[in-house]
């Protein structure tokens, strides 16, 4: 999963139960969508392939992935490389067919690499013609510019508040405010709207997007408590050794890029706190009135300098894709995607003498998964209806910038994917008891999911933790922002042993492994058997969705159906 630095900060970025046997109509929240899901009757060949799903291959995929020698599988790295080689291999041993470009198994996408040059990088703060000049590292960080070597701005300053406009949502935090020419500060995070709303308008590219919109000429994220929570400011700093991507289209353009924006930083804890002498406000009655959702904006006395300098270079990486054909002649022409991605981020600070991030649940998890429900399927007898395609996306921890590259160009006719499950990050360290599906209840899906549920003995649960924005921090956002119904299921945290707490044991793996050298196959705890029960509910879900006869749809009157989807 990406840090939601990747999404909140800088200019480069910034989560009727069905009956057993034939099908039924469902009426979703009221709403007039009828979904038909045709769950298979028990001990068929669902059951079969699912008994199928083993522990020992999900943890050999996670072996090879998160060894040493891939060097933990950066973007654009020859470790990443030998990933994607070998998820190409696996693909082509299980039988499936290459669905990438020119017959290969691979999609390259072309990508501009980034890294700052943090000595001729600065910002400095104006006041009544004294000058604070904020120290690098220190104060604040800065992110390469993707489309320039070196940028400026210098303008008066004023504070948006969450810089989020959602008239659909009766908030605005530019109202009364004229942000044209300025730089615009504002913190992480969106007002507590429904959990994948205030996710998406938390993302970089939709507050850089509205800043644009309102004629900002430059950005400042200040850190707060909350996003100290999500992503440490030291944790930022230590991330600098990774370079920063943006994939370019065909005119070589880089993605949610605004050259509109001139500069961009981050500010820390302490200096976002001097920023508010001043101005009428301190930092804690700021902070407290907009985790209430008021809008908090006023004009500052501050006017900002941001230089920016960057060393930018134009690079390739795979995404890899394989097709398991359908086994209904019209049906077989649209396709259910599989994602996980392969990319983690490489190597970087070390920590405890070793510097090399193996991502093995971060997402060595997920791909070796998504090998393992390649071999369960291809071995159906009969296949599903509709085609699968096995995507094994590049770029995730940098933006998810090869699911949204893959979704902006699919290999297959765009409107032949009928839906995204993407998997990232299984938490194997506590028995699966239920499962939360970011996005189902958006569409459709969210009929299959409980269906899938049901047959599993699982059940669902909310999002606990809507401040982590996780909607927007795995591919299945890439998906949905190309108007495909898509769905991140994730194990929960429910336990039916109370001696074992899994909120508890995700908040110490997330301290100190998530995005550490420490996610590797030396951490204990893990639990390949409960992998194989998480793999066996995706696989249930691709099932039902490959074989019902209609493909998901957006629910009537949906935020993202409306905004992504067809008119
Ligand atoms: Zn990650």
Same mark, same amino acid.
């Given at each position: 999963?990406?840090?939601?630095?990747?999404?909140?900060?800088?200019?480069?970025?910034?989560?009727?139960?069905?009956?057993?046997?034939?099908?039924?109509?469902?009426?979703?929240?009221?709403?007039?969508?009828?979904?038909?899901?045709?769950?298979?009757?028990?001990?068929?060949?669902?059951?079969?392939?699912?008994?199928?799903?083993?522990?020992?291959?999900?943890?050999?995929?996670?072996?090879?992935? !998160?060894?040493?020698?891939?060097?933990?599988?950066?973007?654009?790295?020859?470790?990443?490389?030998?990933?994607?080689?070998?998820?190409?291999?696996?693909?082509?041993?299980?039988?499936?067919?290459?669905?990438?470009?020119?017959?290969?198994?691979?999609?390259?996408?072309?990508?501009?690499?980034?890294?700052?040059?943090?000595?001729?990088?600065?910002?400095?703060?104006?006041?009544?013609?004294?000058?604070?000049?904020?120290?690098?590292?220190?104060?604040?960080?800065?992110?390469?510019?993707?489309?320039?070597?070196?940028?400026?701005?210098?303008?008066?300053?004023?504070?948006?508040?969450?810089?989020?406009?959602?008239?659909?949502?009766? %908030?605005?935090?530019?109202?009364?405010?004229?942000?044209?020419?300025?730089?615009?500060?504002?913190?992480?995070?969106?007002?507590?709207?429904?959990?994948?709303?205030?996710?998406?308008?938390?993302?970089?590219?939709?507050?850089?997007?509205?800043?644009?919109? %309102?004629?900002?000429?430059?950005?400042?994220?200040?850190?707060?408590?909350?996003?100290?929570?999500?992503?440490?400011?030291?944790?930022?700093?230590?991330?600098?050794?990774?370079?920063?991507?943006?994939?370019?289209?065909?005119?070589?353009?880089?993605?949610?890029?605004?050259?509109?924006?001139?500069?961009?930083?981050?500010?820390?804890?302490?200096?976002?706190?001097?920023?508010?002498?001043?101005?009428?406000?301190?930092?804690?009655?700021?902070?407290?009135? &907009?985790?209430?959702?008021?809008?908090?904006?006023?004009?500052?006395?501050?006017?900002?300098?941001?230089?920016?300098?960057?060393?930018?270079?134009?690079?390739?990486?795979?995404?890899?894709?394989?097709?398991?054909?359908?086994?209904?002649?019209?049906?077989?022409?649209?396709?259910?995607?599989?994602?996980?991605?392969?990319?983690?981020?490489?190597?970087?600070?070390?920590?405890?003498?070793?510097?090399?991030?193996?991502? !093995?649940?971060?997402?060595?998890?997920?791909?070796?998964?998504?090998?393992?429900?390649?071999?369960?399927?291809?071995?159906?007898?009969?296949?599903?209806?509709?085609?699968?395609?096995?995507?094994?996306?590049?770029?995730?921890?940098?933006?998810?910038?090869?699911?949204?590259?893959?979704?902006?160009?699919?290999?297959?006719?765009?409107?032949?994917?009928?839906?995204?499950?993407?998997?990232?990050?299984?938490?194997?360290?506590?028995?699966?008891?239920? &499962?939360?599906?970011?996005?189902?209840? %958006?569409?459709?899906?969210?009929?299959?999911?409980? !269906?899938?549920?049901?047959?599993?003995?699982?059940?669902?649960?909310?999002?606990?933790?809507?401040?982590?924005?996780?909607?927007?921090?795995?591919?299945?956002?890439?998906?949905?922002?190309?108007?495909?119904?898509?769905?991140?299921?994730?194990?929960?945290?429910?336990?039916?042993?109370?001696? &074992?707490?899994?909120?508890?044991?995700?908040?110490?793996?997330?301290?100190?492994?998530?995005?550490?050298?420490?996610?590797?196959?030396?951490?204990?705890?893990?639990?390949?058997?409960?992998?194989?029960?998480?793999?066996?509910?995706?696989?249930?879900?691709?099932?039902?969705?490959?074989?019902?006869?209609?493909?998901?749809?957006?629910?009537?009157?949906?935020?993202?159906?409306?905004?992504?989807?067809?008119?």
């Amino acid at each position: 999963m990406k840090t939601s630095e990747k999404i909140a900060l800088t200019s480069w970025l910034r989560k009727k139960k069905a009956a057993t046997l034939g099908f039924v109509a469902m009426v979703a929240l009221g709403a007039t969508v009828a979904a038909e899901v045709w769950p298979a009757p028990e001990n068929d060949a669902a059951d079969a392939t699912m008994a199928a799903i083993r522990p020992e291959g999900i943890r050999a995929g996670m072996l090879f992935l !998160a060894d040493d020698l891939l060097e933990g599988r950066g973007t654009a790295t020859r470790g990443h490389e030998i990933a994607a080689k070998y998820m190409a291999s696996q693909f082509e041993e299980i039988g499936l067919q290459p669905a990438g470009d020119n017959g290969t198994y691979f999609q390259e996408v072309p990508l501009r690499k980034g890294q700052v040059d943090g000595t001729k990088t600065s910002l400095t703060l104006v006041r009544d013609g004294n000058q604070e000049k904020l120290v690098f590292r220190e104060n604040f960080i800065a992110l390469a510019d993707a489309g320039r070597t070196e940028t400026s701005v210098e303008a008066p300053v004023v504070f948006v508040g969450d810089g989020v406009t959602a008239p659909e949502l009766g %908030h605005d935090d530019y109202k009364g405010i004229d942000a044209k020419g300025k730089i615009v500060v504002f913190v992480f995070g969106a007002p507590n709207f429904e959990s994948t709303l205030k996710a998406h308008y938390s993302s970089f590219e939709v507050k850089a997007a509205n800043a644009v919109a %309102h004629g900002a000429s430059g950005s400042i994220l200040l850190d707060d408590p909350v996003l100290e929570q999500v992503y440490p400011f030291k944790e930022m700093v230590r991330d600098l050794a990774f370079p920063q991507f943006r994939w370019l289209d065909k005119q070589g353009k880089p993605n949610d890029y605004w050259p509109e924006l001139k500069g961009h930083a981050t500010l820390n804890l302490e200096a976002a706190k001097r920023f508010f002498e001043g101005t009428g406000h301190t930092a804690e009655d700021v902070f407290g009135a &907009i985790k209430t959702g008021k809008p908090t904006s006023f004009s500052t006395p501050w006017t900002a300098k941001i230089h920016n300098e960057s060393k930018l270079e134009d690079v390739k990486s795979p995404n890899v894709v394989a097709k398991l054909e359908g086994s209904d002649p019209a049906l077989k022409n649209e396709f259910v995607v599989y994602s996980a991605h392969l990319d983690h981020v490489g190597i970087g600070e070390p920590e405890k003498g070793d510097n090399i991030y193996n991502g !093995a649940l971060d997402n060595a998890s997920g791909s070796a998964i998504l090998l393992e429900l390649a071999r369960a399927f291809s071995r159906m007898n009969p296949r599903p209806r509709r085609s699968i395609l096995f995507v094994s996306v590049t770029g995730e921890e940098a933006g998810l910038l090869g699911s949204d590259y893959f979704a902006h160009y699919p290999t297959v006719a765009k409107e032949s994917v009928v839906a995204n499950l993407n998997m990232d990050e299984d938490l194997m360290l506590w028995p699966l008891e239920d &499962i939360i599906a970011f996005g189902a209840e %958006h569409s459709t899906l969210q009929t299959v999911m409980e !269906a899938a549920a049901k047959r599993m003995n699982l059940s669902l649960s909310p999002d606990p933790m809507p401040d982590e924005v996780v909607f927007i921090r795995s591919d299945q956002y890439s998906f949905v922002k190309q108007g495909v119904p898509s769905v991140f299921p994730v194990p929960g945290f429910k336990s039916n042993d109370p001696k &074992i707490k899994p909120m508890e044991i995700f908040k110490n793996w997330e301290a100190t492994r998530y995005h550490h050298p420490g996610d590797d196959m030396n951490q204990p705890g893990l639990r390949f058997d409960e992998a194989a029960k998480y793999a066996r509910f995706m696989f249930f879900c691709g099932y039902l969705v490959a074989n019902e006869p209609q493909r998901p749809a957006w629910k009537k009157g949906d935020f993202f159906g409306g905004r992504y989807g067809k008119k």
